[in-house]
């Protein structure tokens, strides 16, 4: 069981920049692969990124590549998702995910705890 709480979300003009992190609970963090998704108000939840327990394999949604970069520190039980050159379409809840399996993960089905989502707002 793992529970995970989200923060850094905010407002911020388009072209800035956002981190945002995601606390992790119980000792075995490090052996989640972890995602970030997002869902825009009357949109489908949308893979971000992920990145596996090690930190070394990591994928992106095409909308998001060269802007956004996924991190983790498993000392301190943390994914991070550092967020560049921000447009309004980027605006949205963004949700940490954790899966048990061992690969990275583009699928939302595939992931087994959620966090309670952060809001970003990019204004134009």
């Known amino acids: 069981q793992v529970q995970l709480v989200e923060s850094g979300g905010g407002l911020v003009q388009a072209g800035g920049s956002l981190r945002l992190s995601c606390a992790a609970s119980g000792r075995t963090f490090s052996s989640y692969t972890m995602g970030w998704f997002r869902q825009a108000p009357g949109k489908e939840r949308e893979f971000v990124a992920t990145?596996?327990?090690?930190?070394?394999?990591?994928a992106y949604a095409n909308s998001v590549k060269g802007r956004f970069t996924i991190s983790r520190d498993n000392a301190k039980n943390t994914v991070y998702l550092q967020m560049n050159s921000l447009k309004p379409e980027d605006t949205a809840v963004y949700y940490c995910?954790?899966?048990?399996?061992?690969?990275?993960?583009?699928?939302?089905?595939?992931?087994?705890?959620w966090g309670q989502g952060t809001q970003v707002t990019v204004s134009s």
């Open positions: 995910a954790a899966r048990t399996g061992l690969n990275p993960s583009t699928t939302r089905d595939d992931y087994n705890y």
């Open positions: 990145i596996n327990w090690l930190g070394g394999n990591t």
